[in-house]
């Protein structure tokens, strides 16, 4: 992602899960506090993955906890 480009818009259950993922939850424990299948957590984090330009699980952590504020 370039320094410039500005942070795209993230659904609401989006942010929810990001929030979740920043306290180091799989999926499945994810998928379990909203209430959803475990496919609809992986399908968000994807997601927010490829909004963010992010490649990889520890390219998304490390981008969540440096730059992303905690969001509700």
């Known amino acids: ?18 929030n979740l993922a920043k306290e180091y939850l799989s999926n499945k424990e994810i998928a379990e506090r909203l209430n959803i299948k475990v496919s609809t957590a992986k399908s968000h984090r994807r997601n927010v993955m490829k909004k963010l330009g992010l490649r990889g699980k520890n390219e998304f952590l490390r981008y969540l906890i440096l730059k992303m504020p905690k969001m509700y």
Do not use: Q, W
């Open 1 to 18: 992602m370039e320094k410039n480009t500005p942070t795209p818009i993230l659904s609401f259950k989006e942010i929810r899960v990001i």
